[in-house]
Nanobody, 124 residues
Framework: QLQASGGGPAQAGGSLRLSCAAS????????MGWFRQAPGKEREFVAA????????SYADSVKGRFTISRDTAKNTAYLQMNNLKPEDTAVYYC???????????????????WGQGTLVTVSS
């Protein structure tokens, strides 16, 4: 199970940090990802990280503003969101899968495990 937390209201230009905690120690090959879904829109990829080597991938819309990281000792992945914009408003979901090739990291259909979502609301 994945438990996402850390969402809430924020002002444009502000910051939030999301956490995604796994209830059990994931496989060392696990990829953990963050996706988001705004009202009336499809779920979209935000970022992903390999638990084995820490390599990362980001959507173009968040590059330079968001940072994904992991703490393997705590079975937790984080999404540090800086310089937030109103268009970042969405429900953010964390996801995980044991083995994914890098080209699949951005595809939500490739992830088997999902957290419950946490709402981020950015006001201008």
């Amino acid at each position: 199970q994945l438990q996402a937390s850390g969402g809430g209201p924020a002002q444009a230009g502000g910051s939030l940090r999301l956490s995604c905690a796994a209830s059990r120690r994931p496989s060392w090959r696990t990829i953990m990802g963050w996706f988001r879904q705004a009202p009336g829109k499809e779920r979209e990829f935000v970022a992903a990280i390999s638990l084995s080597d820490g390599s990362t991938s980001y959507a173009d819309s968040v590059k330079g503003r968001f940072t994904i990281s992991r703490d393997t000792a705590k079975n937790t992945a984080y999404l540090q969101m800086n310089n937030l914009k109103p268009e970042d408003t969405a429900v953010y979901y964390c996801a995980a899968n044991g083995t994914l090739i890098r080209s699949s990291w951005s595809q939500s259909t490739q992830y088997d495990y999902w957290g419950q979502g946490t709402l981020v609301t950015v006001s201008s």
